[in-house]
């Protein structure tokens, strides 16, 4: 088995809360420079900027897992990851028949860009992104699973859009394949404090904003190779692949 060093929470310049400097190019270069062996982009709502950074990393060495972050009707964000390109298009459709039309100040509330590996903006959204879709937790997570996804939510434990704040709960029907924290929190403490079961799976994320904030919150994986199947094996907990985040 070998270790990678993994953070799955990362928000690029399509993420209009995102700096202006989280091009794709540049997140793959700290990632580098930070030694980050596994990463995951995570904007809101939108996977567009997937391809290029997958592109981009592997031509760097770089392992990359497809994904994004979903704002539930119940404004949970919960983050789905994606083993091909062909699932992670059907649920880019998916988002785009159930995200409401909300237009916004950009330049009040941030550019939502999307650019080119030469970092040129080729397409400025007008249309506000972070917004809730017209799906519940529970349409999400069974839309994540039908297309073979992974549905993670994200931050728990944050005041705002974690599932226990938004919830006050986790549903009983809701299949969870791990659950994200925030890159300060202690996996001992949450689960006391949440009552999270050993065999659910925490991972540590920066979600990242700024490019320094990279690799701030990391999740161990303990896996033969860094793909997509044994990924799911490592949340699993099966035939020795595991997760760490201390």
Known sequence: ???????????????????????PAKIVRMAKDRNIDLIAVTDHNSTLHCRLVKELAEE?????????EVTTREEV??????????????FQEYL???????????????????????????????????VALDQSIDQVEQEVHRLGGLFVPAHIERQMFGIFNQLGFVPESLVCDAMGLMPQSKEAEIRIKFGINDNIPLLKASDA???EEIGSGVTWFELQEPTF??????????????????
Do not use: W
């Open 1 to 23: 088995m070998r270790r990678f060093r993994a953070d799955l929470h990362i928000h690029t310049v399509l993420s209009a809360c995102a700096d202006l400097e989280m091009s």
């Open 60 to 68: 760097s060495g770089l392992n990359v897992l497809l994904g994004v």
């Open 77 to 90: 964000h919960c983050l789905a990851y994606f083993g091909d390109l062909t699932s992670l298009d059907l």
């Open 96 to 130: 785009g028949n159930h995200l409401p039309s909300v237009p916004y100040l950009p330049e009040k509330f941030g550019y939502q860009a999307l650019v080119d590996r030469k970092e040129m903006i080729i397409r400025l959204f007008e249309e506000y992104l972070n």
């Open 209 to 211: 904003h700024t490019l």
């Open 229 to 246: 199947e044994e990924i799911k094996k490592a949340l699993g907990c099966r035939e020795g692949r595991k997760t760490t985040t201390e």
